[in-house]
């Protein structure tokens, strides 16, 4: 076994190379910065908090549900629990009641550790019945086993802590967002979160010594083992929509910050504020496509030398792509005809692949599931960080994953050697200059009959090119090979509602202009904002949608 093979494992390095630098600020209660934690005391603290968590029973192997809110206390938890070799489960807290609960009874945990709030949500509503182990974050108030506060305590003086842990050992269970369906524990090994670490260093061209706003609290894990100090923003990590611009203002320009990642929603926060940014040098924003005007106006808002980068990728497997802001701009034109978007080129060393659209399962990997050049079809990605399953979650193992072998074994069937190709759930081709398109998910296309279907990402920014029109989403009402496309739309603020009728059949002239979006014929006013999910803010509810849009047309 390796020792290093730990996500954790670059902290004590660090922590002697650089332990008076600021690993992370983090606001107060009072919405102020006047804390921080260097990495020697982010090293040291996580090794007490360690040894006590081995001393009340978290240990190697067990797996933990980790419900505090970001801040110190997380990420000291989460270095911990990585460095006696534990399992953090995450969940997003904001999803669906009974969706939560689902989720906390599939990953089986043993040890449950949160604030006052969660453990009452526990028992009130019976999560995590499995757990023996209990540790609150801040005051416990009688139901909430043991503190953090005694766990640290007890374990001051225990020194360095790192279990013999190896890449094959599970690291960690995070849960999917769950924006097509309920979400599910993808298992990380370690190997994982190592070649996380490797790829988006080499992808991105990090160097220690950077400064990071993370507006997505479990980003913030990569910084220390990059090098990188920390600034925990001040909003509701669950609601970036509601972030305010002002207060993120004020943290990147009190620390200089030089580099940010946010959701679409964040960024159009920011776009629309319209301060510039004169210290960032690199801005990365995922969990769907970003609108073409908000990629502009950032750019605008940013130094002449910054980056702009949209990564692609899946909690199953992160980075896939990336491309930059300005040569997304320059393909804003066939976004806009009905091309899809462009997520750029594969980061090294992933393997993208085209397969034939399918929603059955396919076991093992065999070439003629491939579609022919610049075909659309189901994007699959091989690479050291695309995870191997889901937890407890077999039949959507078999419906994501594909065993490839890469070294056939001997006749008397020993050796051999394999990988796991993940598939992505997302329709898309790959252009004549290698570059891969998304054209929306595999769930969502709306097929109309046996020679018809069509992919979200290709109709609705046609139709986003209506100055009136906020946003658009295609949904399919009816039965599965026999529906009927739908255009449900969201006006920009300000607009008419009473104007509708003008603004749809402007919609069903641009619908008019092209093949593909000619065959929607029913288009519908969504008086709210578009339902979108709770970690992003980004991903429309078609699902959601398209049951509204039944209900209007029964």
Known sequence: MSISMNIAASLPLLARERGDQVAMHYPGRDGGYGSALSYAELDARSDAIAAGLVRHGIGRGVRTVVMVRPGPEFFLLMFALFKCGAVPVLVDPGIDRRALKQCLDEARPQAFIGIALAHLARL??????????????????????????????????????????????VAAILFTSGSTGVPKGVVYRHRHFVAQLD????????????????????????????????????????????????????????????????SPALMRVLAEFGRPLPTVKRVTSAGAPVPPEVVARMLELLPEDARFWTPYGATECLPVAVIEGRELLTLRGRTEEGAGTCVGRPVAPNEVRIIGISDEPFPQWNDALLVSPGQIGEITVAGPSVTDSYFHREAATAAGK?????????????????????????????????????????????????????????????????????????????????????????????????????????LRQLADGRVHTAKVRRFLHHPRPFPVDIRHNAKIGRETLAAWAASQMS
Request: glycine content about 12%.
């Open 124 to 169: 009130a509503l019976g999560w995590a019945r499995s757990a023996r182990t209990l540790v609150t974050v801040g005051p416990r108030l009688g139901w909430g086993g043991t503190t953090l506060a005694r766990i640290e305590a007890a374990g001051q003086d225990a020194g360095p802590q790192q279990a013999p842990t190896d890449g094959e050992d």
């Open 199 to 262: 790829m988006l260093r080499e992808a991105f061209a990090i160097e220690p010594g950077g400064v990071d706003l993370p507006t997505f609290p479990p980003f913030a894990l990569f910084d220390p083992a990059l090098g990188l100090t920390s600034v925990i923003p001040d909003m509701d990590p669950t609601r970036p929509a509601r972030a305010n611009p002002l207060k993120l203002h004020a943290a990147i320009e009190r620390f200089g910050v030089t580099q940010l990642f946010g």
């Open 402 to 506: 594909i065993s490839e072998a890469l070294v056939p074994p001997h006749a008397d069937g020993a050796g051999g050697a394999s990988r796991i190709v993940h598939r992505m759930g997302d329709l898309g081709y790959v252009d004549a200059e290698g570059r891969l398109w998304f054209c929306g998910r595999k769930s969502q296309r709306v097929v109309v009959d046996a020679d018809t279907t069509l992919c979200t990402e290709q109709l609705e920014p046609v139709f986003n090119t209506h100055p009136e029109v906020a946003r658009s989403a295609l949904v399919g009402v009816g039965p599965a090979g026999a529906q009927v496309p739908v255009l449900c739309v969201e006006l920009r603020p300000g607009t008419d509602a009473a104007q509708w009728r003008r603004i749809e059949a402007e």
